[in-house]
């Protein structure tokens, strides 16, 4: 089971794009991929990172969030709430969600959805991001089919 995600970030109270940002993160046990108010994920993030001791963070209403957690028992998503489901099929979160389940339900791969997100959503933007388990650090994909380690 694999996790891919995009690498550019957006703020539109500022206009500012940031690219080739971290949208996944390391936790215990897995990844944790964060998608809307930047702010929010990283204090979700830094929950996990924490071993997800005290109280969860608080997600205003206005500050919306999504998450998905890559871990040995599955592919879970929540949204603010912080209440995880598992999550027995595809799926995506974030700007590019329409583009990338558009591509994969024509029998393409996540890798090459998330590659046409970046191509259509402007909010979206390579590199293209795979996560796995077996690895520590995302591999680049590219839609020539070479990839790297980063």
Known sequence: ????????????DSDTKAFNL????????????????????????????????GKPPII?????????LLCSDG????GKDLEFWKHEDVDAIGSGTAAAL????LGHKAEEAVWAACQSD??????????SLENEKPIIWTKNGTSDSK
């Open 1 to 12: 089971m694999i996790l891919v995600s995009d690498s550019q970030t957006s703020d539109d």
């Open 122 to 131: 402007l909010y979206s933007g390579e590199p293209v991001k795979v996560y």
């Open 102 to 105: 558009a591509v994969m339900s």
């Open 60 to 68: 205003k209403i206005e500050n919306d969030a999504d998450f998905m």
């Open 75 to 78: 592919l879970f998503i929540s």
């Open 22 to 53: 971290s949208k996944v993160f390391k936790v215990p046990g897995g990844w944790l991929a964060g998608a809307g108010d930047l702010m929010s994920v990283q204090k979700v993030v830094e929950y996990f990172k924490e071993g997800k001791k």
